[in-house]
């Protein structure tokens, strides 16, 4: 089977969900995956479907007409001051078509994430939609390893991991280290490479700016990806200086282009 690709948010941030819906199907995209649940960053678009009527028909209308799939929705954060219940975005996202939320940990308090994954996964289950919990090295929870400890703790079917290449490279997760693991505790692809040439540069301004194109970093790309299950690859891949290079319909493209062409050289 044909890997699918979905456009992230991220790739091209701060874009408003229609326009990202038609980047996503002029440059061939399968999905596209849209931030729904806003972080409240300057810059970005506040976009609260359930209580904007007039913007989740013109989604649900672009859906339609460039005929996309809606893959996923974004970002649900565990954190003292942020909701516990996420219900009426989660109906929206269902609504439109998703399957998938992304979710994140942003708390130093575990009992905390246990028990709000606990709720957000019950109130997941009645739209039918799987919770994928990343492990960002800029969060409060950073590795493979303590996102399964929060699986486990949880022990809900609709809880899986996010593997975003990115954090598996910079955390030392080896694609022995994912074959050790039953394939159907993992959810998400996050599709990107790390850059080889790192000088005068922090992590924190690759992760959100500088992430490069599959094949292109240092990233075991193959072999990561040939050790987990031929999940949706939702390429998250922001890169400001492509971005002001070939603009954000360009980049999306070229981000697309490049995965395709990586993945077909290597038999993925």
Same mark, same amino acid.
């Given at each position: 089977?044909? *890997?699918?690709?979905?456009?992230?948010?991220?790739?091209?941030?701060?874009?408003?969900?229609?326009?990202?819906?038609?980047?996503?199907?002029?440059?061939?995209?399968?999905?596209?995956?849209?931030?729904?649940?806003?972080?409240?960053?300057?810059?970005?678009?506040?976009?609260? %479907? &359930?209580?904007?009527?007039?913007?989740?028909? +013109?989604?649900?209308?672009?859906?339609? =007409?460039?005929?996309? *799939?809606?893959?996923?929705? $974004?970002?649900?954060?565990?954190? &003292?001051?942020?909701?516990?219940?996420?219900?009426?975005?989660? $109906?929206?996202?269902?609504?439109?078509?998703?399957?998938? #939320? %992304?979710?994140?940990?942003?708390?130093?308090?575990?009992?905390?994430? #246990?028990?709000?994954?606990?709720?957000?996964? &019950?109130?997941?289950?009645?739209?039918?939609?799987? %919770?994928?919990?990343?492990?960002?090295? #800029?969060? $409060?929870?950073?590795?493979?390893? $303590?996102?399964?400890?929060?699986?486990?703790?949880?022990?809900?079917?609709?809880?899986?991991?996010?593997?975003?290449?990115?954090?598996?490279?910079?955390?030392?997760?080896?694609?022995?280290?994912?074959?050790?693991? =039953?394939?159907?505790?993992?959810?998400?692809?996050?599709?990107?490479?790390?850059?080889?040439?790192?000088?005068?540069? +922090?992590?924190?301004?690759?992760?959100?700016?500088?992430?490069?194109?599959?094949?292109?970093?240092?990233?075991?790309?193959?072999?990561?990806?040939?050790? %987990?299950?031929?999940?949706?690859?939702?390429? &998250?891949?922001?890169?400001?200086?492509?971005? +002001?290079?070939?603009?954000?319909?360009?980049?999306?493209?070229?981000?697309?282009?490049?995965?395709?062409?990586?993945?077909?050289?290597?038999?993925?």
């Amino acid at each position: 089977m044909t *890997r699918q690709f979905s456009l992230a948010y991220l790739t091209t941030p701060g874009i408003d969900p229609v326009e990202q819906i038609k980047t996503a199907k002029q440059a061939g995209y399968d999905y596209v995956s849209l931030r729904t649940i806003p972080m409240g960053q300057e810059g970005e678009p506040q976009v609260h %479907l &359930e209580s904007d009527p007039a913007l989740m028909e +013109q989604v649900r209308q672009a859906l339609k =007409d460039y005929e996309m *799939r809606l893959f996923d929705i $974004e970002l649900l954060r565990v954190r &003292e001051d942020l909701p516990g219940d996420y219900r009426a975005a989660f $109906e929206k996202g269902a609504e439109l078509g998703a399957t998938q #939320v %992304l979710t994140s940990v942003w708390t130093k308090d575990r009992g905390l994430a #246990v028990d709000r994954y606990g709720a957000f996964c &019950e109130q997941a289950a009645q739209f039918s939609l799987t %919770l994928n919990l990343e492990f960002p090295i #800029v969060s $409060e929870l950073k590795s493979m390893k $303590e996102a399964m400890e929060i699986q486990d703790q949880v022990g809900a079917s609709n809880l899986k991991i996010l593997m975003d290449m990115i954090y598996v490279y910079k955390t030392g997760v080896t694609p022995e280290d994912i074959k050790a693991v =039953d394939p159907s505790r993992f959810g998400v692809i996050h599709l990107c490479d790390w850059p080889a040439d790192m000088a005068g540069r +922090q992590d924190v301004e690759v992760v959100r700016g500088g992430r490069v194109y599959c094949g292109e970093g240092v990233v075991d790309l193959k072999g990561i990806l040939k050790a %987990l299950p031929a999940n949706v690859c939702s390429i &998250e891949l922001p890169n400001l200086a492509e971005i +002001q290079a070939r603009g954000r319909a360009g980049h999306a493209a070229r981000c697309l282009e490049t995965a395709r062409e990586f993945f077909a050289a290597n038999g993925l």
